[in-house]
């Protein structure tokens, strides 16, 4: 009988494994065996710190609203300022160099339904997204995604547009765009998902169209095309260049935002601000500027307040 080359134990040659001068008994045989173990995924630690803190400071800027004005004395110079003037976006702050108020914009809501309605998405969308990401990129993500939706709106139509609906739309256009190669996002974005956010998109803009409800479509539009083309480029084999293209867009966005020469409001806000630093150049140049804004804006636009006198 032959014997194993390893261990020379005498075997049959049927229970013998291996070619003719190289055969191992069954144990020698099993020592040697690669047993075939599928790689293990990495699967996400949801943990969503960041994400909770957002909505955290969303719940007190609200809570802040509600309350602050009973304490206040409307007469009184020194009196306690609302979460909205500390951190909403008004186009005349915007345009004298508070930028960060874009981004800070998004943790101001109009009611209770309405920070309900983002909270929920957001900590639906944003957890998974954070540990995707990771917190270092999570939070610039963030960030750029409510100043670039807050900017798109201001462009279209320069008021205040406040609220998270421009970040969950950004989060709905990153999982939609990576929802064949991600399984994060193949999980969130399942068919009534998609239905329902399409759905209220265009539901929004109804609402606004109607003169029912003043919604910010372009801020829900601004931030959900970001969302989507940041997502398709870091699918991409050269990811790098083609994201930082995305980021250097949503930065032009946002600028354009504080420089708005072809609006009448901007152009009579920087006829106010070179009359203050007595520049009557500047001043006859914005003026100039404004009629011309006035007469090619159809309807004419209404004149911000704080402009009035000039």
């Known amino acids: 009988m032959p014997t194993c080359v390893e261990c020379g134990v005498e075997a049959p040659r049927e229970s013998m494994f291996g070619a003719a001068g190289d055969l191992r008994c069954p144990q020698c045989a099993d020592r040697r065996r690669q047993v075939y173990a599928p790689p293990v995924?990495?699967?996400?630690?949801?943990?969503?710190?960041?994400?909770?803190?957002?909505l955290a400071?969303?719940?007190?800027?609200?809570?802040?609203?509600?309350?602050?004005?009973?304490f206040n004395n409307p007469n009184d110079p020194?009196?306690?300022?609302?979460?909205?003037?500390?951190?909403?976006?008004?186009?005349?702050?915007?345009?004298?160099?508070?930028?960060?108020?874009?981004?800070?914009?998004?943790?101001?809501?109009?009611?209770?339904?309405?920070l309900l309605f983002n909270g929920y998405w957001l900590w639906r969308f944003g957890p998974p997204i954070e540990a995707w990401m990771g917190r270092l990129l999570y939070v610039p993500f963030v960030a750029l995604l409510a100043s670039t939706s807050a900017a798109a709106e201001m462009l279209a139509d320069p008021s205040s547009s406040i609220g998270l609906s421009g970040v969950v739309y950004g989060m709905f256009g990153l999982l939609f765009a990576l929802r064949r190669q991600k399984d994060f996002a193949a999980a969130l974005m399942d068919p009534s998902t998609v239905q329902l956010m399409i759905g209220w998109f265009f539901l929004c803009i109804l609402l606004t169209a109607s003169d029912l409800m003043p919604i910010a479509n372009f801020a829900h539009a601004g931030g959900a095309a970001l969302g989507y083309a940041f997502g398709r480029g870091w699918l991409q084999r050269s990811r790098i260049p083609l994201t930082a293209a995305v980021v250097a867009a949503?930065?032009?966005?946002?600028?354009?935002?504080?420089?708005?020469?072809?609006?009448?409001?901007?152009?009579?806000?920087?006829a106010y601000k070179s009359f203050l630093a007595n520049d009557h150049e500047g001043?006859?140049?914005?003026?100039?500027?404004?009629?011309?804004?006035?007469?090619?804006?159809?309807?004419?636009?209404?004149?911000?307040?704080d402009q009035d006198d000039l």
Not at 41 to 54: E, F
Not at 84 to 94: K, S, T
Not at 287 to 302: E, F, G, H, I, M
Request: a positive charge.
């Open 57 to 70: 400071a969303a719940v007190l800027a609200f809570l802040g609203d509600w309350a602050i004005p009973g």
């Open 41 to 54: 995924r990495r699967r996400l630690r949801v943990d969503g710190h960041v994400t909770k803190a957002i």
């Open 78 to 114: 020194e009196r306690i300022p609302t979460p909205y003037e500390l951190l909403g976006a008004q186009p005349l702050q915007v345009w004298d160099g508070e930028v960060w108020r874009l981004a800070t914009s998004s943790l101001i809501h109009g009611g209770v339904l309405h």
């Open 283 to 305: 001043v006859r140049l914005w003026q100039q500027r404004a009629a011309k804004a006035w007469n090619s804006q159809d309807p004419a636009p209404r004149p911000l307040e």
């Open 250 to 270: 949503a930065l032009c966005v946002t600028a354009a935002a504080t420089y708005m020469p072809w609006d009448y409001s901007f152009c009579k806000f920087r």
